[in-house]
Nanobody
Framework: QLQASGGGLVQAGGSLRLSCAASGMIFSDNYMGWFRQAPGKQRELVAT???????IYADSVKGRFTVSRDNARNTLYLQMDSLKPEDTAVYYC????????WGQGTLVTVSS
């Protein structure tokens, strides 16, 4: 299925790069997204990457996050720069439609 990794503890203003690996699925054939769920809040979509390479970002992360993929490695990435405490959440990758199991996600904690 899907496995996100790369989270951790970082100070505000810092950067992290998340990775997502998949078994039985090819990222370049699918419309993919990065989602996050902060404590006590609903899961939200933060970035999408179409099979054609088109990206869309939530206003809250626009200009700071970059979604990309490595087709050779079949890996999806989320580069997160200028992190803010409000970016603290568990991050997941998944298809935009016909969602797969969410998996455990990866925790990102941004300290002020």
């Amino acid at each position: 299925q899907l496995q996100a990794s790369g989270g951790g503890l970082v100070q505000a203003g810092g950067s992290l790069r998340l990775s997502c690996a998949a078994s039985g699925m090819i990222f370049s054939d699918n419309y993919m997204g990065w989602f996050r769920q902060a404590p006590g809040k609903q899961r939200e979509l933060v970035a999408t990457l179409s099979s054609r390479g088109t990206t869309i970002y939530a206003d809250s992360v626009k200009g700071r996050f970059t979604v990309s993929r490595d087709n050779a490695r079949n890996t999806l990435y989320l580069q997160m720069d200028s992190l803010k405490p409000e970016d603290t959440a568990v991050y997941y990758c998944n298809k935009i439609s016909e969602r797969l199991s969410w998996g455990q996600g990866t925790l990102v904690t941004v300290s002020s």
